[in-house]
């Protein structure tokens, strides 16, 4: 009997869809076929996707240039978040309030890499700066070029195109759903089925074997992909345990609207997302050529829907009264396994951080990776999903720490949201990294490069947070450490050569604020507009 796969089903709509029929296509060689059955976008398809930087190298892998996709969807440079009010009480105010010593409560964590001096992350030297009384400038400024360029709303990069450090994108969903979609269905073997789902088909063994639509089409296959937010298959069908983690992740609902920004060419255009700190959760601003996706994810326990709405209008100047507003409720977490017989949870099916389309692209890359990795020749072996299984599920976790540790470390106690944040139930791995950090030890691995991500392994885990990642926003939200690292405590000779270091950062930022151009000027170049 062959027990080969040579169909695979895809149901669900926006980017995981579309990555997963590409990736397959494109990473399987044409050796399967590939069909979609896109239903109409829900609510979550409205906003802006904010990508990492690496996700020009899953395009990459799919032949497809950033020039080529930046300029089809208008995507927009996003070098850095940008946490505004995490460490400070008040209402919900886009400008940084002030912390002690005059300085304002925001703080940046940008995505260039961490410089190193004699095999050391360089935060090791400015926390023993710290400590001695050597310095009081924040992490960011002391050890990244970035953060003067992101206030003065520089390029990433020149107008050539040559980077000047690393970046990521914004990008409207819905845009870069069709240009995927466009990409996709171009390519052998892939093509795209219409109409919604009415009727699942199993064997006597329960597992699947075709879709039927209400446009009367048949669907069949012998692996189906679950891209859907409902997880219409992995859950309604094959009954997946879903794990709740409202208990770690504390919003569960979200709201997002468009802010305009008419007056660009004036003011220009800010190079990074926002992350507020709100009453109930945490707003974001995620700019695009003449408009800002606004979200503002929130915990229903804390907050109504109308005031929700109410708080992110007001925030941004718009009325509640006459601004379109889209809603969406959707529980964090995951499933208990990704993939259940012969079918595969993707994306949001397979697990949610926080309600939204932002910020959960590299999951799905992940996932798909994965999948590629242990695409079985023959008969489905138990080891083979096992492993998988293991794998995905120590991705979400590890995003799911990274996600968790801003609200469980800001010190803020002034709303019922913030003072039951502090009450998180910890992860593990979460626990383990503030005690890391708190000792003076890096958190993580050291650096976080593409290769690590995307180059290297299909089979095993490997997480897109570094060390650096970590230090930016525990540092950011004013967590202390207990001293001063003790790897620096007999290195002499290392800590004096640090300084050159640190002089060199600084060297490096008022040499890219004088030779890097504006980033609404380079982004109007880039888009021929």
Same mark, same amino acid.
């Given at each position: 009997?062959?027990t080969s796969?040579?169909?695979?089903?895809?149901?669900?709509?926006?980017?995981?869809?579309?990555?997963?029929a590409?990736?397959?296509?494109r990473e399987l060689?044409?050796?399967?076929?590939v069909?979609?059955?896109?239903?109409?976008e829900?609510?979550?398809?409205?906003?802006v996707?904010?990508?990492?930087?690496?996700?020009?190298?899953?395009?990459?892998?799919?032949?497809?240039?950033d020039?080529d996709?930046v300029?089809?969807c208008?995507?927009?440079?996003?070098?850095?978040?940008?946490?505004?009010?995490?460490?400070?009480?008040g209402?919900?105010?886009?400008?940084?309030?002030?912390?002690?010593?005059?300085?304002?409560d925001?703080?940046y964590h940008?995505?260039g =890499?961490?410089?190193?001096?004699?095999r050391?992350p360089l935060?090791?030297?400015?926390?023993?700066?710290?400590?001695?009384g050597?310095t009081t400038?924040?992490?960011d400024y002391?050890?990244?070029?970035e953060?003067?360029l992101?206030?003065a709303?520089?390029s990433?990069?020149w107008?050539?195109g040559?980077?000047?450090?690393?970046?990521?994108?914004h990008?409207?969903?819905q845009?870069l759903?069709?240009?995927?979609?466009r990409?996709?269905?171009?390519?052998p073997?892939?093509?795209?089925?219409r109409?919604a789902?009415a009727?699942?088909?199993?064997?006597?063994?329960h597992?699947?074997?075709?879709l039927?639509?209400?446009?009367g089409?048949r669907?069949?296959?012998? =692996?189906?992909?679950?891209?859907?937010p409902g997880r219409?298959?992995i859950?309604?069908v094959?009954?997946?345990?879903?794990l709740d983690l409202?208990?770690?992740?504390?919003?569960d609902?979200?709201?997002?609207?468009?802010v305009?920004?008419?007056?660009a060419?004036?003011?220009?255009?800010?190079?990074?997302?926002?992350?507020?700190?709100?009453?109930?959760?945490?707003?974001g601003?995620?700019?695009?050529?003449?408009?800002?996706?606004?979200?503002?994810?929130?915990?229903?326990?804390?907050?109504t829907?109308?005031?929700?709405a109410?708080d992110?209008c007001?925030?941004?100047?718009?009325?509640?009264e006459r601004?379109?507003?889209?809603h969406?409720?959707?529980?964090?977490?995951?499933?208990?396994?990704?993939w259940?017989?012969?079918c595969v949870?993707?994306g949001p099916?397979a697990?949610?951080?926080?309600?939204?389309?932002?910020g959960g692209?590299?999951?799905?890359v992940?996932?798909l990776?994965?999948?590629?990795g242990?695409?079985?020749?023959?008969?489905?072996?138990?080891?083979?999903?096992?492993?998988?299984?293991?794998?995905?599920?120590?991705?979400?976790?590890?995003?799911?720490?990274?996600v968790?540790?801003?609200?469980a470390?800001?010190?803020?106690?002034d709303?019922?949201?913030?003072r039951?944040?502090r009450g998180?139930?910890?992860?593990?791995?979460?626990?383990t990294?503030?005690?890391l950090y708190?000792?003076?030890?890096?958190?993580?691995?050291?650096?976080?490069?593409?290769a690590r991500?995307y180059g290297?392994s299909?089979e095993?885990p490997?997480?897109p947070?570094?060390d650096?990642?970590?230090?930016?926003v525990?540092?950011?939200?004013?967590?202390?450490?207990?001293?001063?690292p003790?790897a620096?405590?007999h290195?002499?000779?290392?800590?004096?050569?640090?300084g050159p270091?640190?002089?060199?950062v600084?060297?490096?930022?008022?040499?890219?604020?004088?030779?890097l151009?504006?980033?609404y000027?380079?982004?109007?170049?880039?888009?021929?507009?």
């Amino acid at each position: 009997m062959d027990t080969s796969i040579r169909d695979v089903i895809v149901l669900g709509s926006g980017p995981a869809a579309w990555m997963s029929a590409a990736y397959l296509a494109r990473e399987l060689q044409g050796t399967v076929s590939v069909t979609v059955l896109e239903e109409s976008e829900n609510v979550s398809g409205h906003g802006v996707e904010s990508v990492l930087p690496s996700f020009s190298g899953f395009l990459d892998v799919l032949g497809i240039a950033d020039t080529d996709w930046v300029r089809a969807c208008a995507a927009t440079f996003r070098t850095a978040d940008r946490y505004v009010n995490w460490r400070t009480a008040g209402p919900a105010e886009a400008r940084p309030r002030e912390l002690p010593g005059a300085r304002p409560d925001a703080f940046y964590h940008p995505f260039g =890499l961490l410089p190193e001096h004699d095999r050391l992350p360089l935060s090791h030297y400015w926390q023993h700066r710290r400590h001695r009384g050597e310095t009081t400038e924040p992490f960011d400024y002391a050890c990244f070029r970035e953060p003067p360029l992101l206030d003065a709303r520089r390029s990433p990069c020149w107008f050539d195109g040559r980077p000047a450090t690393r970046y990521g994108w914004h990008v409207d969903h819905q845009v870069l759903t069709g240009f995927l979609r466009r990409h996709a269905t171009a390519r052998p073997g892939v093509r795209r089925a219409r109409g919604a789902l009415a009727a699942v088909e199993r064997d006597g063994h329960h597992d699947l074997v075709a879709l039927r639509t209400t446009a009367g089409e048949r669907l069949s296959g012998q =692996l189906f992909l679950d891209c859907t937010p409902g997880r219409r298959l992995i859950g309604e069908v094959l009954a997946e345990p879903f794990l709740d983690l409202r208990g770690q992740l504390p919003c569960d609902a979200a709201v997002s609207v468009n802010v305009p920004q008419p007056d660009a060419r004036r003011r220009g255009i800010e190079p990074h997302s926002t992350l507020l700190a709100m009453p109930a959760g945490r707003a974001g601003l995620h700019p695009v050529l003449g408009r800002a996706g606004a979200d503002y994810v929130y915990a229903r326990e804390f907050a109504t829907r109308e005031d929700a709405a109410r708080d992110l209008c007001l925030l941004w100047g718009l009325d509640p009264e006459r601004t379109e507003v889209h809603h969406l409720e959707q529980r964090p977490g995951r499933v208990r396994r990704a993939w259940v017989r012969n079918c595969v949870a993707v994306g949001p099916a397979a697990g949610v951080l926080e309600p939204g389309p932002v910020g959960g692209l590299h999951l799905v890359v992940r996932t798909l990776q994965l999948l590629v990795g242990h695409f079985p020749a023959g008969p489905l072996r138990p080891v083979l999903t096992e492993r998988f299984n293991r794998a995905v599920a120590c991705s979400f976790d590890e995003a799911r720490d990274f996600v968790q540790v801003r609200y469980a470390c800001s010190p803020r106690t002034d709303t019922p949201f913030w003072r039951a944040a502090r009450g998180l139930s910890l992860s593990g791995g979460v626990g383990t990294r503030i005690e890391l950090y708190r000792a003076g030890l890096t958190t993580g691995s050291v650096l976080g490069e593409e290769a690590r991500y995307y180059g290297r392994s299909r089979e095993e885990p490997i997480s897109p947070w570094s060390d650096s990642d970590y230090y930016c926003v525990l540092s950011g939200l004013g967590l202390e450490t207990d001293g001063p690292p003790p790897a620096l405590a007999h290195r002499p000779e290392s800590v004096r050569g640090a300084g050159p270091v640190f002089d060199r950062v600084r060297r490096q930022q008022r040499n890219l604020l004088d030779t890097l151009p504006d980033a609404y000027a380079c982004l109007r170049r880039l888009h021929g507009r």
